[in-house]
């Protein structure tokens, strides 16, 4: 009989597929824009936008490193599952610009668009024990061995991407970034609550 605590495989497999494809929309969106956003996403965007270089090539290869602080942090379950999701939404963010365009897109409306769908996409990882990878498992570590809190390393790092953002795209477009990337921490904020989870 399965655990009904447990997540099965199958379910798994679909929760991080629709986190990836969720993630991988959201980002058409913000590039399409020419937004940005924080975390390590955030970081490989303004790479992207710096050197021309594709954002999934750029995306899947800042994450390399952080596999093996996952898997010190989190364990191998987590680490093969962020792996997936952040190798999915890399090469989702190569194939679906082809296949979604827009005649009409409000940079406004696009970034609450982006910021809900980011943090759907995310919550549902994180609910199938993954995510995409990056600074929130060196914030992590780092409150467990400094003392530091998680939530302020995140927020200290994207203060920092936002900063170098205004060297990088129109001070417009980096205050509608904002207004995206609120709306993406309000949602996973509101809704990630583990103690309200049947399942794990």
């Known amino acids: 009989m399965t655990d009904p605590k447990k997540h099965s495989l199958i379910e798994d497999a679909q929760g991080i597929v629709y986190g990836a494809s969720m993630a991988g929309f959201g980002l058409v969106i913000l590039t399409h824009l020419g937004l ?6 955030g970081l490989a965007v ?15 290869a800042i994450n390399l490193p952080f596999y093996v602080l996952g898997y010190l942090r989190m364990g191998l379950g987590f680490t093969v599952k962020t792996f ?8 989702l963010s190569l194939w679906l610009p082809g296949q979604i365009s827009f005649a009409t897109l409000n940079p406004w409306v696009g970034a609450v668009l982006f910021g809900f769908l980011s943090g759907s996409a995310l919550l549902a990882l994180f609910r199938h024990g993954a995510s995409l990878g990056g600074i929130g498992i060196v914030a992590l570590m780092l409150q467990d061995r400094l003392g530091w809190r998680a939530g302020w390393v995140q927020l200290g790092f994207d203060a920092m991407l936002f900063a170098l953002a205004f060297a990088v795209i129109e001070a417009r477009l980096v205050l509608i970034s904002f207004l995206g990337a609120l709306v993406v921490n309000l949602v996973i904020a509101i809704n990630h609550r583990r103690d309200r989870y049947v399942a794990t």
């Open 36 to 41: 940005v956003t924080g975390q390590t996403a």
């Open 46 to 60: 303004l790479i992207a936008y710096m050197t021309g270089w594709g954002f999934g090539p750029v995306f899947f």
């Open 84 to 91: 997936a999701a952040v190798a999915l939404v890399s090469a």
